[in-house]
């Protein structure tokens, strides 16, 4: 595991005291914690080494853990370290304080303007990860946290793809991401450009936010497919034209013609408030 710290379990919780469980998700259990030395509040991700194995997954946390020593952006979770013990690896991070974005919009669905703010931060973090060669694969309501300030956190690069991942032509070929999220072309299964793939995910996310529904739903799986593959989707009657616009933009089902980070943030309906901020000066 490279330059992870090997220690024992005791060593950790002689300098971590465990709080609460914050969450689980899909092979990872998120815990609130307390720096006993310094008090700091920080949230400690625990995986099974075998479970990681089993999945053949090793890549992939080495992976998520050089992508997250990289990115440095105020919506994006910081890593602090990561320690190993014989059975678990430990990811001890930024603690968010405001739960997940999902829960918030299964109360209620957002009006536009909040709709529009949260977008706004995510399409601010992606187009930050797409410039450092970072694709998420995996944006969904619940990997994207708040924090007290109600802004946003992105977590959970377990599936994200850097840039030497990338094959003969440039396209991504793992199958991933979440069912709802997935874009068209994955389904296809011939390859992919990560960079359009994140851009479909937001527009789920949008949809959901501003609707409280998914745009592409069923019971069954295959015919849930069948809906991301025509890119059939009905937007709620209230829905402003603007946004009307910008859906049909972002899920659109033929990634060359699908609208680009650049485009959104030139995009009239999302322009509204926004401040552009450069976060590599
Ligand atoms: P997995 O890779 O198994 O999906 P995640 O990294 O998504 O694990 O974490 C699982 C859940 O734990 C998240 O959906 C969230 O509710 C919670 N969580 C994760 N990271 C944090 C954090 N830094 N602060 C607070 N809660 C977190
Ligand atoms: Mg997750």
Known sequence: YGDISQIT???LFEKYEIVRLLGCGSFAKVYQARNIQTGQS????SMSKKSIIKERLVSNIKREISIMRQLHHPY???LFEVMATKT??????ELVKGGELFAKVAKCRFSED???RYFQQLISTVGYCHSHGVFHRDLKPENLLLDDKGDLKVTDFGLSAATPQLQNNGLLY???GTPAYVAPEILAQKGYDGAKIDIWSCGVILFVLSSGYLP???QSLMAMYQKIYKGEFRVPKWTSPGLRHLFSR???TNPVTRITVDEIIQDPWFRKGYKEINFDE
């Open 114 to 116: 909040l709709s529009r």
């Open 216 to 218: 592409f739903n069923d």
């Open 250 to 252: 972002l899920l659109d």
């Open 174 to 176: 793992t199958l991933c």
């Open 76 to 78: 994006i979770v910081k």
């Open 88 to 93: 678990k690896i430990y990811f001890v991070m």
């Open 42 to 45: 920080v949230a400690i991700k």
């Open 9 to 11: 379990e005791q060593i």
